[in-house]
């Protein structure tokens, strides 16, 4: 009985992705709010099929949450009242993009320190290595000088 | 009948994996040589017992036995052939068994090729393997047994999900496992070394050539995948940052780096320790990813069907793998020092950059893979990772790759005379930069700072990938194959990086509502829908559309996308029809049907979607000439390989 | 030589993760509602569409909030169980039957039994919206003050009844699970 329920479950994840979404109602007049429409629609998660944005899910609440988000747009919101009302919502978990907050530091920071602590090492190695002497080679081939 | 022998074969490759595993490192240990050989027979044991497992579970698929549970849940009378077999590796049970398998006959492949090397390391190499193959094995058996009966029996089993019929989905698992396992091979050379306390040259040199296979099974493997997901899903995506596709990722970046430490590794004797410890976070990137597959621990469309025993058995493995080698590591690899020098501008220094760059661009998906699951474990509540994060971060690290690649293929090892290159440099980067100009300006008249960026890398790294070929072809020189093999290798990259630059700047797309006689236009292509009909195919029934597509009134093609609905699985499916050329591929998939002959639809323009498949063509072939390079197929000297075996001997 | 310990380290405090990550389930979404006042709606009833049915009413009362559908299957599963805690008459539960049509809705309630003491017709998810609904069947603890207490997504049974909505109705403070929001 477990089983066959997680079954449906993937199942059901794997319907969403089947059944990716056309956005069936018509453009904006405006393509400017046309592009924030689509660039909105593509940052944020459908919390029923989650593993697909907003813009390519076919779910239903996928559906509401994109005429929700067009009606808002047409009624002149800006895209921050609008993300704050889907988070007032379901939370941070809609936004693909994590907000920047306390708990979330680590992924706005973290790959710019990690990377400069990389490169901070190689430097460091690479000023170490400089100052030994460059022993012969401990191989003798002399096929390729590279590669 | 045969259901039972195939279970029962893999119990007994089972015993022979721990068999293999104690003698091969027991033997090694205490010097015995017959315990050796029989290493080396539990071996070939194994690599009979998994195949003929693997083969009594294909047969039921191939008899529709529907008295298999597995079968049963995963096949149909009406599925063809082919996907009957492809249906072995279609779920959970069946995949894990063709992982075993795969590693199985990646161990025999050691136990043959081994001339090179002495036979004490091949053993502790072997055993190390074994005790790989022992616990996918165990867990097979004790969580996820594709054999196990369904009783009563059934007439008609539930099909195989209709995204898996796809002969590109039927080869990606075997090819993207080939990769991930092959991986167990570097690793358990790289643990053999540490419990020998010895990595030298000849140990890189040796190690090399499997780290490059696993490289190329996994750049095919990855690009199929993500073929895969472009035209069967039909909505034009390649690639989606999903926590299974970045569980593929990451161990690609970590093998790509661990190539080119090799290569310092093999000619300098450097960077003994750094290898060593990417072999192994290369494997064990693999096998996160596998965690991450059959856990649950993460949502992901690609996951199987997931059960806490089964995360809690990998994870336990996971600790004794992992956690066993890096503690090896900590243990041992003080010892592995070299003193050896080079210039602050050299291509050692070039090549450490990369393996920090690639590494950093692996850590940090594996942050961002991993961060909705830390931030819930330490009850912070639940966020989401996804493309926008991911695009943004993953630059960051390879915009510098790029330029550093770019300069760094001339470098030569020791000491770079790149003063003789600034010219040539300056050169190419003027023609990279005047070619992205002309394509941002004149092709597309559209001007973005990212996107003359990416082109002006793309194009730069072409050139320089051409530069060296070019001059030692005019200059009648003999080229060595790991020489082109590691030229058209970073040519492939300069075109993976064009295509993507090009794809996400100047892709459009448009979803309408579409009836019989309505022209659109769509990047300069008229799309004339003109009318539906019914077909059938072996086990669904498809609406299929005829679009005409025109270019300045001339036509083109025609395209005939199709909405299928399979016969047993009833969800609807999307056939896109696509029309490709190496510039730009136009695709039409079909949404719904809203009435009176009107669908909603879907049309795209991709130019250069085709550079980003090939790029990864050109690297695996790129990789597959390196490899064959003489240099790895030499035997070495026999005064060599004593010298080995009696400091090795020593050692132990 | 601290730092050949650093790879072995990192992996430990990522497995810890993984092992932790093993209990907790990834697509469990909580609620920004709770502590917070429950979203005011006022629907047409589904019993007698000529009248409607507002939360307002019910202030002052501890209420539950249950959003079904005919669509949906594991609200077929939970409805024996809501008929059991209806007729123990402990709390009214005003149903939303969401992205539904009108028919089908009241043959379900005719066929299978009531046991919303009222229950708002929601076509179009509006109030699943404001709600944060994103699969039914979920279910609202809602206290005196107009506050959401706590959520459960999933088929309430008898055991989730017993031990994660009782004690928090009755305040017994004897609840097994601490979080706001629950999934089965």
Not at chain 1, 39 to 62: G, H, V, Y
Not at chain 2, 232 to 238: A, S
Not at chain 3, 21 to 44: E, W
Request: net charge neutral; aromatic share 10%; glycine share 8%.
């Amino acid at each position: 009985m477990f089983m066959s329920l997680i079954r449906i479950l993937l199942l059901s994840f794997l319907l969403c992705r089947a059944a990716w979404a056309i956005d069936s109602a018509p453009a904006f007049d405006d393509p400017q709010l046309q592009a924030r429409y689509e660039n909105l629609t593509q940052q944020l998660r459908c919390p029923q099929c989650q593993n697909d944005s907003i813009a390519d899910s076919n779910a239903p609440l996928a559906v509401d949450l994109r005429r929700e988000l067009r009606d808002q747009i047409a009624s002149g919101k800006s895209d921050a009242e609008v993300l704050k009302f889907l988070t007032d919502r379901y939370g941070a978990f809609i936004l693909f993009k994590p907000p920047f907050e306390a708990r979330t530091m680590f992924l706005w920071l973290g790959p710019g320190i990690l990377l400069l602590g990389g490169l901070a090492i190689a430097v460091r190695i690479i000023l170490q290595r400089a100052k030994l002497p460059i022993e012969p080679d401990s191989n003798q081939e002399t096929e390729s000088e590279h590669a | 009948m045969s259901v039972e022998l195939g279970h029962f074969a893999l119990i007994l490759a089972f015993a022979l994996a721990i068999t293999q595993a104690f003698f091969g490192l027991a033997g090694a240990a205490t010097r015995r040589e017959h315990w050796m050989m029989a290493a080396r027979s539990a071996v070939a044991g194994q690599l009979v017992f998994v195949l003929f497992s693997f083969g009594c579970l294909t047969a039921a698929f191939l008899r529709n036995d529907f008295s298999v549970l597995y079968v049963a849940e995963n096949s149909n009378t009406e599925l063809p052939t082919f996907y009957r077999i492809a249906a072995v590796w279609g779920a959970h049970e069946g995949s894990l068994l063709l992982w075993l398998s795969i590693l199985v006959v990646w161990s025999a492949a050691v136990s043959v090729f081994n001339r090179a090397m002495n036979p004490a390391f091949i053993s502790k190499v072997l055993g190390v393997l074994g005790l790989v193959s022992g616990g996918f094995a165990l867990f097979i058996i004790a969580t996820s047994n594709p054999f196990e009966r369904l009783i009563p029996s059934v007439v008609q089993g539930r099909d195989l999900n209709p995204l898996l019929q796809d002969p590109a989905l039927a080869a990606h698992p075997p090819m993207l496992y080939t990769g991930y396992v092959g991986l167990a091979v570097p690793f358990a050379c790289a643990v053999a070394a540490l419990i020998e306390g010895k990595l030298d040259a000849t140990w890189a040199r040796w190690t090399k050539p499997w780290a490059m296979v696993s490289w190329i099974f996994l750049t095919c493997g990855i690009a199929l995948g993500s073929f895969w997901a472009y035209y069967e899903l039909g909505w034009g995506g390649w690639w989606f940052w999903d926590p299974v596709e970045n569980a593929s990722f990451m161990p690609w970046l970590m093998s790509t780096a661990l190539i080119h430490s090799l290569s310092v590794t093999e000619k300098r004797g450097l960077f003994k320790s750094w290898t060593a410890l990417l072999a192994i976070f290369a494997f064990s990137l693999s096998l996160l990813g596998t965690f991450l597959v059959r856990s649950g621990v993460l949502v992901s469309v690609h996951a199987f069907a997931s059960d806490p025993s089964r995360g809690l058995f990998i994870l336990v493995f996971l600790l004794a793998c992992i956690g066993g080698a890096l503690t090896l590591f900590a243990w041992r690899a003080p010892a592995l020092k070299s003193s050896a020098g080079f210039h602050v501008i050299s291509r050692e220094s070039f090549l450490l950059m990369n393996n920090v760059l690639l590494v950093g661009a692996a850590t940090i998906v594996l942050l961002g893979t991993l961060s909705p699951l830390i931030i819930d474990f330490l009850g912070l509540g639940k966020i989401s990772v996804g493309t926008p994060w991911f695009d943004r971060f993953f630059l960051f690290p390879m915009l510098p790759m790029l330029l550093l690649l770019a300069v760094g293929m001339h470098a030569n090892w020791k000491q770079a005379q790149l003063a003789k290159m600034r010219k040539p440099l300056l050169m190419m980067s003027g023609i990279a930069l005047a070619f992205a100009l002309l394509i941002t300006l004149v092709v597309y008249s559209h001007v973005s700072i990212l996107n003359i960026v990416g082109e002006t890398m793309g194009a730069l790294i072409i050139l320089s990938s051409l530069y060296e070929p070019f001059t030692r072809w005019r200059a009648k020189h003999h080229l060595p194959r790991a020489m082109w093999g590691m030229c058209l290798a970073h040519l492939g990259l300069g075109v993976f990086v064009l295509g993507v630059t090009t794809v996400r700047s100047y892709e459009i797309q448009k979803d309408l509502s579409l009836g019989s006689g309505k022209i659109v236009e769509v990047g300069g292509y008229d799309f004339n829908w003109t009318n539906t009909r019914q077909v059938r195919g072996p086990n669904y029934d498809a609406t299929e559309a005829e679009v005409h597509i025109l270019r300045d009134g001339r036509e083109i093609t025609v395209l005939h996308p199709q909405k299928r609905i399979y016969h047993t699985q009833t969800n609807p499916m999307t056939e896109a029809g696509i029309d490709s050329h190496l510039n730009r591929d136009l695709m039409v998939s079909m949404g719904d049907d809203l009435g009176n002959g009107m669908w909603s639809v879907r049309l795209q323009y991709r130019p250069l979607i085709r550079f980003i498949w090939l790029g990864a063509l050109i690297m695996a072939i790129g990789g597959l000439i390196a490899v064959l390079d003489r240099r790895y197929r030499v035997k070495v000297p026999a005064t060599e390989l004593a010298a080995n075996a009696s400091t090795a001997a020593a050692r132990s | 030589m601290w730092r050949y310990l650093v790879p072995v380290l990192i992996f430990g405090a990522i497995a810890a993760v993984l092992a932790g990550g093993l209990h907790l389930k990834p697509g469990c979404i909580p609620s920004p509602l709770i502590g917070k006042p429950a979203p005011v709606f006022t629907l047409v009833k589904v019993e007698d569409p000529t009248q409607q049915i507002s939360n307002r009413d019910f202030i002052g009362h501890k209420y539950l909030i249950n959003v079904w559908g005919t669509w949906c299957i594991a609200c077929r599963q939970e409805h024996e169980a809501l008929l059991q805690i209806a007729k123990q008459a402990v709390i009214p539960i005003i149903g939303i039957d969401t992205k539904d049509d009108m028919p089908s809705a009241q043959r379900w309630l005719s066929q299978l039994g009531n046991p919303y003491v009222a229950t708002g017709f929601d076509p179009d998810g509006r109030t699943g919206i404001d709600y944060g609904v994103y699969g039914a069947p979920e279910t609202f603890l809602v206290d005196e003050h107009g506050t959401v207490i706590y959520k459960y997504v999933g088929e309430i049974t008898d055991t989730v009844w017993r031990d994660s909505f009782l004690p928090r109705i009755n305040n017994t403070g004897n609840i097994k699970d601490r979080e706001g929001t629950t999934c089965s």
